[in-house]
């Protein structure tokens, strides 16, 4: 099977501008996050959907960062504006559903923040 | 937050000698899944034990967990140079899954 695809792999922007992060499931699997991975340290869960439905976002800075996952498939992250400090890793994954499943992460798409 | 915490930080020994790093957590769980990262890449998941389970095995990986103590532990065999990786513990509660800082494992040849 196809595995959890991300884009793009790699993103640099400047302070204050906008970006976008793509990510698209393995088939069939109702449950998607997406984790911000800083250098160094574990990754950090941003948001939780469930179909189409947010489960949990109490980690999501709101302020800035926003999440969707439009007809329960594909799902499309985005920062604006960016800061320094959310230079990191942004992994997304998914399992089929919630409660004793394994994640399946992507590659990944490492954003840095000039 | 974060939910677990793994001990130590890092870790390096020689090919053939055994790896064990060790999880902590803070509140209940359903079950505690092991992940491994090499650099660069995407976490993969390696083992699951669910919180009435006490050890499992998988190859040259041996979990326990201690719901008393609220830990668990992960035990790498004849550790290869290929098993040169970060290893992070997750815990379910809530159906939330959660990740710790990691250990990161050198194995020299």
């Known amino acids: 099977e196809a595995g959890v695809a991300q884009s793009p792999r790699y993103k640099i922007i400047e302070k204050r501008q906008s970006v976008a992060f793509w990510c698209n499931p393995i088939?069939?699997?109702?449950?998607l996050y997406w984790y911000q991975q800083i250098l160094g340290q574990g990754p950090k869960l941003l948001i939780q959907?469930?179909?189409?439905?947010?489960?949990?976002d109490s980690q999501l800075p709101k302020d800035r960062f926003s999440a969707e996952r439009l007809k329960g498939v594909d799902s499309t992250l985005k920062i604006q504006p960016a800061k320094l400090e959310d230079s990191a890793v942004y992994l997304c994954?998914?399992?089929?559903?919630?409660?004793?499943?394994?994640?399946?992460f992507g590659a990944g798409s490492r954003l840095t923040v000039l | 937050s974060q939910q677990g915490e793994e001990d130590p930080q890092a870790l390096s020994i020689q090919e053939g000698e055994n790896a064990t790093m060790n999880c902590s957590y803070k509140t209940s769980i359903n079950n505690l899944q092991w992940y491994r990262q090499n650099s660069g890449r995407g976490l993969v998941h390696l083992i699951l034990i669910r919180s009435n389970e006490r050890e499992k095995h998988s190859g040259r990986l041996r979990v326990t967990l201690d719901t008393s103590k609220k830990s668990s532990s992960l035990l790498i065999t004849a550790s290869r140079a290929a098993d040169t990786a970060s290893y992070f513990c997750a815990t379910d509660a809530d159906n939330d899954m959660r990740f710790g800082a990691g250990t990161r494992l050198t194995v020299k040849p």
């Open positions: 959907f469930q179909n189409n439905g947010v489960v949990d």
């Open positions: 994954a998914s399992s089929f559903s919630r409660g004793a499943n394994v994640l399946t």
């Open positions: 088939s069939g699997h109702a449950t």
